[in-house]
């Protein structure tokens, strides 16, 4: 199947930081989501994107689709406490109808 | 939440014994899929359905089957569990438009071990 690498694959930040993680793939792909979850439940969806170099905000979130089309950005402005959780990256290929996902990134924020 | 309920919630069974996983959803979408979280794998794609009783195999689908009789259930089965199938569980449904790109909804798992 698709590769998709995340990164960084763990942080530790200070509660106000600014926090950024990215998703490659080897692959072009036609849509990026990107998704939280917290122990014990499913991801919840937080960003959707569609075209090339499309910017998308939600709250304190915003995501990019990469120029290139084979990668994805998420930035996390000020930090706080209930941000903690694992974030997934989630790319559609031109070539099929299946969503792949990343590895993810576990985010720690220290009060 | 976006109306997707899974059952049962927690499993433990013995290798060898069949299991069934169901989902259950009130959105009316099309699409629906399984997926298992593993640490290290993030999530992988077993099945996924695009109607009733129209369904298709994703990357790990050896040793899963499973079955649409209705739009708002999909159902896995595993019929001879083992114990590389312990797992977290996840089903999602995709809408709201009829499209396979559109964004996936999770229920909130099926965690499942096999001794």
């Known amino acids: 199947g698709q590769q998709l690498n995340q990164s960084p694959q763990s942080m530790f930040i200070q509660e106000g930081e600014d926090v950024s993680m990215n998703c490659t793939s080897s692959s072009i792909f036609n849509t990026w989501l990107w998704y939280k979850q917290d122990p014990g439940e499913g991801p919840v969806l937080l960003i959707a994107?569609?075209?090339?170099?499309e910017l998308t905000s939600n709250g304190r979130l915003t995501a990019q689709f990469g120029i290139t089309r084979k990668d994805s950005f998420l930035n996390i402005s000020a930090s706080i406490p209930s941000d903690v959780g694992i974030y997934f990256c989630?790319?559609?290929?031109?070539?099929?109808?299946?969503?792949?996902f990343g590895t993810g990134t576990s985010l720690t924020v220290i009060p | 939440d976006a109306g997707i309920t899974q059952s049962p919630r927690h499993k433990v069974t013995e290798t060898g014994t069949p299991v069934t996983l169901r989902c259950h959803q009130t959105e009316n979408h099309r699409y629906m899929y399984w997926y298992r979280q593993d640490p290290g794998h993030g999530l992988r794609l077993i099945h996924y359905s695009y109607g009733v009783k129209d369904t298709d195999k994703g990357e790990v689908s050896d040793g899963y089957s499973v079955s649409r009789s209705k739009t708002e259930d999909f159902l896995l089965t595993l019929e001879s569990a083992t114990s590389s199938q312990t797992s977290v569980y996840f089903c999602?449904?995709?809408?709201?438009?009829?499209?396979?790109?559109?964004?996936?909804?999770f229920g909130d798992g099926t965690r499942l071990s096999i001794l």
């Open positions: 994107l569609y075209k090339a170099g």
């Open positions: 989630a790319g559609l290929s031109n070539t099929g109808n299946q969503f792949y």
């Open positions: 999602a449904i995709s809408g709201p438009g009829q499209g396979s790109n559109q964004p996936q909804h």
